[in-house]
T-cell receptor
Framework: KAGVTQTPRYLIKTRGQQVTLSCSPISGHRSVSWYQQTPGQGLQFLFEYFSETQRNKGNFPGRFSGRQFSNSRSEMNVSTLELGDSALYLC?????????????FGPGTRLTVT | SQQGEEDPQALSIQEGENATMNCSYKTSINNLQWYRQNSGRGLVHLILIRSNEREKHSGRLRVTLDTSKKSSSLLITASRAADTASYFCATGNNNDMRFGAGTRLTVKP
């Protein structure tokens, strides 16, 4: 069974631009969670999507948004990029939502904002 | 915000030695997990221990959980150079999963 895939793996953007990251969960998994990892703040939960609906949200500004499609693939969008948005963005999939003990992580997308 | 704090922040040992990492957390949890991350890549799930368990083993890994002290420890026995990575504890409750800051383990051959 294929693992969680994330595209692109690396991305360079400039301040003020917007970016869309994609995550394809493991086949059969219906929940996708997103995390931001930075040296200063560590790993932080962004949001979780299940059945095309956002179920949980972390403490991030409205510039961070996401969506989930009927095939469970998910995208996250960051608008008006700031330097502090430079981070490794990880997505994780699980069968159901809030099943934190059965999450499988993708390799991440490394976003650099200049 | 982060839930857990790992201790130590960095650990350097020789191959064959044991490595112990500790994690403390703040709120009530349903479970606690340990993950490994190599060089800023994705997280690999190592082991999960539920709040009603006190100790769990998986291969060379041993995890303990003390809910009264809100702390956990991860022991890696007979370490190998391939164990060099960052190790994170993560706590799950009804709302989200929160990660600690991580311990950077270096195993020297």
């Amino acid at each position: 069974k294929a693992g969680v895939t994330q595209t692109p793996r690396y991305l360079i953007k400039t301040r003020g631009q917007q970016v869309t990251l994609s995550c394809s969960p493991i086949s059969g998994h219906r929940s996708v969670s997103w995390y931001q990892q930075t040296p200063g703040q560590g790993l932080q939960f962004l949001f979780e999507y299940f059945s095309e609906t956002q179920r949980n949200k972390g403490n991030f500004p409205g510039r961070f948004s996401g969506r989930q499609f009927s095939n469970s693939r998910s995208e996250m969008n960051v608008s008006t990029l700031e330097l502090g948005d430079s981070a490794l963005y990880l997505c994780a999939s699980s069968l159901e939502y809030r099943t934190w003990d059965e999450q499988y992580f993708g390799p991440g997308t490394r976003l650099t904002v200049t | 915000s982060q839930q857990g704090e790992e201790d130590p922040q960095a650990l350097s040992i020789q191959e064959g030695e044991n490595a112990t990492m500790n994690c403390s957390y703040k709120t009530s949890i349903n479970n606690l997990q340990w993950y490994r991350q190599n060089s800023g890549r994705g997280l690999v799930h190592l082991i999960l221990i539920r709040s009603n368990e006190r100790e769990k083993h998986s291969g060379r890994l041993r995890v303990t959980l003390d809910t009264s002290k809100k702390s956990s420890s991860l022991l890696i026995t007979a370490s190998r150079a391939a164990d060099t990575a960052s190790y994170f504890c993560a706590t799950g409750n009804n709302n989200d999963m929160r990660f600690g800051a991580g311990t950077r383990l270096t195993v020297k051959p």
